[in-house]
């Protein structure tokens, strides 16, 4: 039994033991992402990892930090917690690899209405499940009660994420070059992008998202609520069999804006609209919204979680490494000349 109890606090609306309950119940879930180099258990001030550097020159640690964002209403209105935890890690990951890294380890912050153990632990159940797909370590967290300013049911999840790279490996945009070929990684759905335009779209509030949808084959709910795809062991396949020169995930801002942060000044972009395998969601989205074709491109992934910029010559490498890896990557376009960056035709 734990020794820390207030009353007071409790009266206050916050259960610590609550807390302690739903730290015992995550505990097997945080296991299963223990990797070499972990090297605390839970509850320290602060998690620790020995990183194995072995045949790295100069090795830079990269971070990123994100969050689910308003797609975390559409679990609180199924009441189905487990898979978020997965966008989480996916919005962190998926940057990292973006510049030639590979993620280490994984923390994440759950600020709650309610400390309900059994919720709590499944939120980091989903974590758990996206550091496994990602390859790294869980190794911290926290997990905050805000009585007063949040509802009971409410709750804002998001994490951080450290990966490694030797420098002489890290993703110059310059290597991008006239001729080079834009893959596409197909996502798995809207992803973790979009979902304020989404929820106004579907009404989803008033919206029954356990009735099946004939466009999508499954009801709505289970479509808008499918994980984040995390590319991390596919593009580091594709790194170590082609000449990869620029990777873009394609997260808020769509196309136009994430395409362009991985080429340089003087080259553009051009992709093959006809080319791109838009998902049934994203034509549903459309049609019910009236929203014009750019916005779409500009606002959501279309069907492309990911993009690689792969030298001519390596290509076919590229496409088969990522088949290896399950991912049935294609062509969308190529790098021309030109003062945009993306042109999209």
Not at 212 to 222: Q, R
């Amino acid at each position: 039994m734990e020794l820390s109890h207030s009353a007071s606090y409790a009266a206050a609306g916050v259960n610590i033991e609550a807390g302690y309950e739903g730290v015992r119940l995550m505990k097997k879930h945080v296991q299963r992402t223990f990797i070499p180099g972990v090297v605390s258990d839970l509850g320290g001030f602060g998690g620790l990892f020995a990183p194995d550097l072995s045949g790295m020159q100069e090795p830079v640690l990269v971070s990123g930090t994100d969050g689910v964002g308003t797609k975390q209403r559409i679990a609180q209105l199924m009441d189905k917690h487990d898979t978020v935890g997965i966008d989480c890690v996916a919005m962190c990951v998926n940057d990292i690899v973006c510049c030639g890294a590979k993620p280490l380890f994984f923390l994440d912050y759950i600020a709650i209405g309610k400390n309900e153990p059994e919720k709590v632990a499944s939120l980091v159940s989903g974590v758990a499940e996206g550091c496994v797909r990602a390859g790294c370590a869980l190794i911290g967290g926290e997990t905050a009660e805000h009585p007063g300013t949040m509802s009971p049911e409410d709750y804002d999840l998001a994490g951080f994420s450290v990966g490694i790279v030797d420098k002489a490996k890290i993703l110059d945009p310059r290597s991008v070059s006239v001729g080079d070929v834009i893959l596409a990684l197909p996502s798995s759905g809207v992803h973790s992008n979009g979902y304020s335009l989404v929820r106004k779209v579907f009404d989803v509030e008033h919206a029954d998202l356990g009735k099946t949808v004939p466009e999508l084959g499954k009801t709505l709910g289970e479509v808008l609520l499918t994980p984040t795809c995390i590319y991390v062991k596919p593009v580091l396949a594709a790194f170590r069999a082609a000449q990869i020169h620029g990777v873009s995930h394609i997260t808020g801002g769509g196309f136009y804006e994430n395409i362009p942060r991985s080429i340089p000044q003087g080259l553009c972009a051009r992709i093959e609209k006809s080319a791109v395998r838009v998902l049934p969601i994203f034509d549903l989205i459309r049609k019910l919204g009236n929203i014009p074709e750019r916005d779409m491109f500009n606002t959501f992934n279309m069907g492309v979680g990911m993009s690689l910029t792969v030298s001519r010559d390596s290509a076919d490498k590229a496409l088969a490494a990522l088949q290896e890896q399950g991912v049935e990557a294609y062509v969308i376009g190529e790098i021309v000349s030109g003062e945009e960056k993306i042109v999209l035709c």
